[in-house]
């Protein structure tokens, strides 16, 4: 999770941490015969919105007004310019040693020598990789994709592959999605006669590798504008400068086929996957690609489309989030990615519809180990001292043999989500040890796994996730380290997670007309989540439990009923009042094929109950 967003977690909530704020308890949970709290979230409600602002928004609903002043948009030229949606063109040649890059992928070209992109398992990397690979192959490149294998292999550059590809008369390596933190990997790859090209976007550290060239936005002295690109926006800047390049200097007569814009498709899977914030220059990239990918061509995700129950020219970024890219995912968590990529990049029909159902299967296995696992390390929890003293300490810590390397990640978010702790899961087969750590807006984990690095093999990664690697013998010596770091950074903070409401409204307001309206903020994702809205004094017609521990209800204003869906909040079912206050998005669900307005709801209290709210100007 990430800060403005566990959204992709399938939280519609919206946390952050800003400042520290009163804690209540939720239900509790028996932890090895004590008893451990997770934290009932905190409200925090908008500010109001002064006449001036809306009326310098003529035109618009004024839900939509107050959801924009919220956000931060208090000045109306820039709501407008929000809303107009203006798509961003950066220079690509402003990321850092972006003309080094191009100028040896051109020679590369030119002799013929052979080029390695060198890509991550996960969605981004996979989409970062085919565009990479795409436009070189377009531009006469002899090039080949190479993914680590995740059960097999180390994350990342690794010596093995490096000495391998060399072998295989490889002369030019591409990273995408990986590679800043391999500063000894590069150092070998170069002592084997490589010319390695690092191309990342993850958190620059202290010590660079020495690569002919490093492009990363992140990186100190950066002239690029916008910084969060996903590795997959970095992928489509590389390619936009080649192609320009190609086309400036071609001969007369002769011309570059490829589109650069046909990238886009791609482009959004990765951006959304990854979970990078989608604002600035990711949110015009992601609003272009969304339109690519509902008119896609490409045979693979039309087939995905198909077996995933998705309907082109409907898909959104919520889509891509929970139903696209862990279909896509599931490749590289279970078996190899290369399936993946071979399904994006596939212009046979056939061979996409085989690859689409084999994802379709992975997909189905990696929910029911991550069922099965995240029960475990539930169980493992609960047998620790930690949860044994009472306390929920700083930092959740879980190991053992028999974690799948491709699923702690997974396990590690359910732990965050359910206790607002950070969470860390490590798989330990003999004397090695890898694992996974998400993390809360509070806690900038890969900062907090800096500290340990003198226990680590390797690590890397985001202010909410990261992956690692150590020595068994290390384990007990980095669990201490890793609370005591945990403990110093969140020390004074009252952990809760948070709501930031948008508009505080009546259920009238949740309607058609201003569904409409609410449109011209998508695409939603990590940092611009669906808008937030609060009705108090609700009334509950109905309430009762449906599916894996979901809450049904019909609610009413008096005069009107809507249907609302509370996700795996079936203990609330018990403790309902007649009149309640909601925090919910407002959704559209289609029953039949007729499109129905229903509410997501995120929380809710009994209407006379003091909430924990807190105002928007703190």
């Known amino acids: 999770m990430s800060p403005r967003g566990a959204w992709a977690e399938g939280l519609q909530t919206r946390q952050q941490a800003r400042s520290p704020r009163p804690q209540r308890t939720r239900p509790q949970c028996e932890i090895g015969g004590a008893t451990v709290s997770s934290p009932e979230k905190l409200w925090r409600l908008p500010p109001d919105v002064p006449p001036s602002y809306c009326a310098a928004l003529p035109g618009l609903e004024p839900l939509l007004c107050q959801i924009l002043y919220?956000?931060?948009?208090?000045?109306?030229?820039?709501?407008?310019?929000?809303?107009?949606?203006?798509?961003?063109?950066?220079?690509?040649?402003?990321?850092?040693?972006?003309?080094?890059?191009?100028?040896?992928?051109?020679?590369?070209?030119?002799?013929?020598?052979?080029?390695?992109?060198?890509?991550?398992?996960?969605?981004?990397?996979?989409?970062?990789?085919?565009?990479?690979?795409?436009?070189?192959?377009?531009?006469?490149?002899?090039?080949?994709?190479?993914?680590?294998?995740?059960?097999?292999?180390?994350?990342?550059?690794?010596?093995?592959?490096?000495?391998?590809?060399?072998?295989?008369?490889?002369?030019?390596?591409?990273?995408?999605?990986?590679?800043?933190?391999?500063?000894?990997?590069?150092?070998?790859?170069?002592?084997?006669?490589?010319?390695?090209?690092?191309?990342?976007?993850?958190?620059?550290?202290?010590?660079?590798?020495?690569?002919?060239?490093?492009?990363?936005?992140?990186?100190?002295?950066?002239?690029?504008?916008?910084?969060?690109?996903?590795?997959?926006?970095?992928?489509?800047?590389?390619?936009?400068?080649?192609?320009?390049?190609?086309?400036?200097?071609?001969?007369?007569?002769?011309?570059?086929?490829?589109?650069?814009?046909?990238?886009?498709?791609?482009?959004?899977?990765?951006?959304?996957?990854?979970?990078?914030?989608?604002?600035?220059?990711?949110?015009?990239?992601?609003?272009?690609?969304?339109?690519?990918?509902?008119?896609?061509?490409?045979?693979?995700?039309?087939?995905?489309?198909?077996?995933?129950?998705?309907?082109?020219?409907?898909?959104?970024?919520?889509?891509?989030?929970?139903?696209?890219?862990?279909?896509?995912?599931?490749?590289?968590?279970?078996?190899?990615?290369?399936?993946?990529?071979?399904?994006?990049?596939?212009?046979?029909?056939?061979?996409?519809?085989?690859?689409?159902?084999?994802?379709?299967?992975?997909?189905?296995?990696?929910?029911?180990?991550?069922?099965?696992?995240?029960?475990?390390?539930?169980?493992?929890?609960?047998?620790?001292?930690?949860?044994?003293?009472?306390?929920?300490?700083?930092?959740?810590?879980?190991?053992?043999?028999?974690?799948?390397?491709?699923?702690v990640g997974l396990v590690a978010s359910r732990l965050t989500e359910e206790f607002y702790r950070p969470a860390v899961v490590i798989e330990v087969e003999g004397e090695h040890c890898r694992g996974s750590a998400r993390s809360i807006p509070e806690l900038h984990i890969t900062e907090a796994l800096a500290e340990c690095r003198d226990l680590l093999v390797r690590f890397g990664g985001h202010a909410m996730a990261a992956g690692f690697a150590l020595e068994a013998r290390n384990l007990d010596a980095f669990h201490e380290r890793l609370l005591q770091v945990a403990g110093r950074r969140l020390q004074g903070l009252e952990l809760a997670p948070r709501i930031d409401v948008d508009a505080v409204c009546s259920l009238a307001d949740a309607s058609w007309p201003n569904m409409r309206a609410l449109e011209a903020l998508r695409p939603f994702g990590q940092g611009h989540p669906p808008p937030m809205l609060v009705s108090r004094g609700v009334q509950v017609r109905n309430a009762h439990v449906v599916g894996q521990g979901h809450l049904k209800l019909t609610v009413s204003d008096g005069r009107a009923v809507w249907d609302a869906i509370a996700f795996r909040r079936a203990e609330a079912a018990t403790q309902l009042t007649p009149r309640v206050d909601l925090a919910y998005n407002l959704a559209v669900r289609y029953w039949q094929g007729e499109p129905r307005l229903q509410l997501v709801v995120a929380d809710l209290r009994p209407a006379d109950g003091q909430a924990a709210v807190r105002s928007g100007s703190d």
Not at 286 to 314: F, S
């Open 70 to 407: 919220a956000r931060g948009l208090t000045d109306p030229q820039a709501a407008q310019a929000f809303l107009s949606g203006a798509p961003d063109h950066p220079n690509p040649f402003d990321l850092p040693q972006m003309g080094i890059l191009v100028e040896r992928l051109r020679r590369a070209i030119r002799d013929q020598e052979e080029v390695a992109v060198y890509g991550d398992y996960d969605v981004d990397g996979v989409t970062a990789l085919a565009i990479l690979v795409e436009t070189l192959r377009a531009l006469g490149a002899r090039v080949r994709p190479y993914i680590p294998h995740r059960m097999t292999e180390e994350y990342g550059l690794n010596r093995q592959a490096l000495l391998a590809l060399r072998r295989e008369g490889v002369r030019v390596v591409v990273t995408v999605d990986c590679g800043i933190r391999s500063v000894d990997e590069v150092a070998y790859g170069r002592s084997l006669g490589l010319d390695i090209l690092v191309t990342d976007h993850h958190t620059v550290p202290e010590q660079l590798p020495q690569a002919l060239a490093t492009v990363n936005p992140k990186l100190a002295g950066s002239r690029y504008p916008f910084a969060d690109l996903a590795g997959v926006g970095v992928a489509y800047r590389i390619a936009q400068a080649l192609l320009r390049v190609a086309r400036r200097t071609a001969r007369r007569g002769a011309s570059v086929a490829l589109e650069e814009e046909s990238f886009l498709d791609l482009v959004a899977l990765g951006t959304v996957a990854d979970l990078v914030p989608l604002t600035g220059e990711n949110r015009a990239l992601v609003r272009e690609g969304l339109v690519r990918l509902n008119a896609t061509k490409r045979p693979g995700l039309l087939a995905l489309c198909e077996v995933a129950g998705l309907t082109p020219g409907r898909i959104e970024s919520e889509d891509i989030a929970f139903v696209l890219a862990p279909r896509l995912n599931a490749a590289g968590r279970l078996d190899t990615a290369l399936r993946a990529l071979e399904l994006l990049t596939t212009d046979d029909a056939a061979r996409a519809r085989e690859l689409a159902q084999e994802l379709q299967g992975i997909n189905a296995e990696r929910q029911r180990l991550t069922q099965e696992l995240g029960e475990r390390a539930r169980q493992s929890w609960q047998a620790s001292p930690e949860a044994a003293s009472g306390a929920t300490p700083p930092l959740l810590f879980v190991a053992g043999p028999g974690y799948h390397k491709g699923i």
